[in-house]
């Protein structure tokens, strides 16, 4: 069965715990995860208050992978923000879905990788900080549009719950949480510094299996990055 060492990180647009801007210090970060996918949350495309830098374009040329974007927002002027999937498989479809309800600046990226004859899903995405919200759009779309999925999927991203929220708690009744399979001392992922929280995720459909899991430590943002191993 394939394998993919899968992470997802929200690197706060290249902004490490130290404010600074250090896009090449974020890319050091995800090199050394070695991951096969990456996503990302918090990514900026041409905006001045990130030197109009294509940030998902910058990462994927400096790691060798392909990368896909997806715009939670994008601005009159120009310029957009949102979530990215680098990919060192191919990207042989994506989509992109703007989260639904009153006010939602949110989206949820779709693709497939295809690794050794085989193809995943990928869906990455970062949620509301309203609890409410949240929630209605994990049980109304989110866990429909994942489940739809009929061959082996994933679900990663900053959910800004905590594991005993509803929106979790909701999420864990449909898919597989990678934790489990944890063999690193770590266990919360935000803030970097001095983790209080965990609101970073993996999540497994029935189609896959986690091998391994560890929450990776560095100060290239605000959030630890989550890599696990899974098998499907």
């Not at 063999?183 to 299996?209: Q, V, W």
Request: hydrophobic share 40%; aromatic share 8%.
């Amino acid at each position: 069965m394939p394998t993919l060492r899968i992470a997802t990180y929200n690197i706060k647009c290249g902004h490490g715990m130290d404010g600074k801007l250090d896009l090449k210090r974020t890319a050091r970060a995800l090199e050394a995860l070695g991951a096969d996918v990456i996503c990302l949350q918090e990514v900026d495309m041409n905006r001045a208050r990130t030197l109009y830098a294509n940030q998902a374009l910058k990462f994927a040329g400096l790691l060798g992978m392909e990368y896909s974007f997806g715009a939670a927002i994008k601005y009159s002027g120009g310029g957009a923000y949102g979530n990215a999937i680098l990919s060192r498989h191919p990207i042989v479809q994506q989509k992109n879905h703007r989260l639904p309800g009153q006010g939602s600046k949110r989206a949820i990226q779709e693709v497939q990788v295809e690794v050794e004859g085989s193809r995943i899903a990928i869906f990455n995405t970062h949620m509301e900080l309203d609890q409410e919200q949240r929630l209605q759009q994990i049980e109304g779309f989110i866990v429909p549009l994942v489940s739809s999925y009929t061959g082996p999927a994933v679900l990663c991203g900053d959910f800004n719950e905590k594991p005993q929220s509803p929106g979790i708690r909701c999420l864990s009744r449909h898919f597989k949480d990678s934790l489990h399979s944890n063999s690193g001392k770590l266990t919360l992922t935000f803030p970097a510094d001095i983790p209080k929280s965990r609101i970073d995720y993996i999540f497994l459909n029935s189609k896959c299996r986690a091998l391994d899991y560890k929450i990776v430590n560095s100060i290239a943002s605000d959030h630890l990055p989550v890599l696990a191993l899974v098998e499907f």
